[in-house]
């Protein structure tokens, strides 16, 4: 059973780097064929894709959030993290990590396994 936990701080002051890190346990972030991606959702609003980083370590990103976002990962802790930099109020959202076996943007359906979700507020 594959479970991924994600952690960060809850609170992210405006201009500052939001940084974030899932944890995958029962299962390699390398493993063949999988894409593990960031998606969050604001307050009253739908799920946004933000980007993901593939089993080979290639990075897709958002065009929307491109230029603010860095997705990274640890292979020997079986982590990987988001970066997002120059937070505003407009971030605040809950943040999920989640893998899938293709590149599913917001396709919900294609995840197989997500984390419970840590909610960042930015605020000064």
């Known amino acids: 059973q594959v479970q991924l936990q994600e952690s960060g701080p809850g609170l992210v002051k405006p201009s500052q780097t939001l940084s974030l890190t899932c944890t995958v346990s029962?299962?390699?972030?390398?493993?063949?064929?999988?894409?593990w991606s960031w998606i969050r959702q604001p307050p009253g609003k739908g799920l946004e894709w933000m980007g993901a980083?593939?089993?080979?370590?290639?990075?897709y990103y958002s065009p929307s959030l491109k230029s603010r976002t860095s997705i990274s990962r640890d292979t020997s802790k079986n982590q990987f993290t988001l970066q997002l930099s120059s937070v505003t109020p407009e971030d605040t959202a809950v943040y999920y990590c989640?893998?899938?076996?293709?590149?599913?943007?917001?396709?919900?359906?294609?995840?197989?396994?997500w984390g419970q979700g840590t909610q960042v507020t930015v605020s000064s």
């Open positions: 980083i593939a089993y080979s370590g290639s990075t």
């Open positions: 989640a893998r899938s076996s293709i590149l599913a943007y917001e396709e919900v359906d294609e995840y197989d396994y």
């Open positions: 029962g299962g390699s972030i390398t493993t063949n064929y999988y894409y």
